[in-house]
């Protein structure tokens, strides 16, 4: 399978901790998307990881695997995308953790399948921003910075500004896809129908949906057409 990162406009990530009955997991395999993405910030569990890897494998659709926790580390993902929170208030989330498991699986890594992501969290009421003790309360400024850096010094294939629950700032958006020349700006963040959908899909290269699968199957599906026509 070729995986074309770098032409993904649409993913749609799936929380391995919430239920999805096989009708809706296949509308969504089925919907066009470019990839499903697996991961959540809590209750993702070795077990509930590789029984949602197996279900999804029953379509061709790119599937890979966000990881949120070592015990979650699950093989046969298509590639497996690695956050670093830049704008975390504690190295744990830099790289702390990631230093625990590459001390772990260091030796059997396919480093050609590990994509770092570059992660900006701007809701400090999200999950995720509490659990890794990010500092949403930036400026503009910062956010231009965290992004720079994690393109220029760090490399990083994806620089993923992460509103995750509510519908983000697209004029910040914007701003930091005009400085990326490398790296891939995934937005997420209440893309909760193709109104939204279509708005993030003008500010950023890649729009995650996530929280709406779960909550409005219908509008989530139609995500994926606003996305692509925002590109014609
Ligand atoms: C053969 C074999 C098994 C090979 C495996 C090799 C492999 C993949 C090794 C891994 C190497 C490595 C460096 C791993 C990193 C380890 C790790 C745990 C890093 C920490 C990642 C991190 C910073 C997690 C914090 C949480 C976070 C940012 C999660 C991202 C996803 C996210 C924000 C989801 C949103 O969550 P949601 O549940 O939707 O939240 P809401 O409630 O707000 O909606
Ligand atoms: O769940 P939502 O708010 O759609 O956000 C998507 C994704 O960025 C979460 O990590
Ligand atoms: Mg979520």
Known sequence: MHLRMNEWKHVFKLDPD??????????????????VMVGGSTGVTFD?????????????????????????????????????????????????????AIKDYGAIMDWK???????????????????????????????????????????????YLEYSGVFGKMEWVRKVRGLLTESRLFYGGGVDG????????????????GNVIYENLEHALATVQAVRAAHQ
């Not at 919430?18 to 990839?35: N, Q, V």
Request: charged residues 25%; hydrophobic residues 45%; glycine residues 4%.
């Open 113 to 159: 399948q590990m994509i770092t992501e570059g992660y900006i969290i701007l809701n400090g009421d999200s999950t995720a921003a509490k659990l890794t003790q990010a500092d949403a309360e930036i400026e503009l400024k910062d956010v231009e910075a965290y992004a720079r850096l994690a393109e220029r010094l760090f490399h990083c294939p994806i620089v």
């Open 48 to 100: 509930n990881t590789v029984d949602l890897l197996a279900r999804i494998r029953r379509y061709e659709v790119p599937c890979v695997l966000e990881v949120s926790n070592q015990e979650a580390i699950v093989p046969g993902f298509d590639l497996f995308m690695i956050p670093i929170v830049l704008n975390s208030k504690t190295p744990e989330w830099i790289v702390g953790q990631h230093h625990r």
């Open 18 to 35: 919430k239920e999805l009955t096989d009708e809706a997991l296949e509308s969504i395999c089925l919907s066009g998307t470019d990839a």
């Open 194 to 209: 193709p109104d939204k959908a279509r708005e993030a899909a003008e500010a950023a290269h890649t729009v995650v949906v």
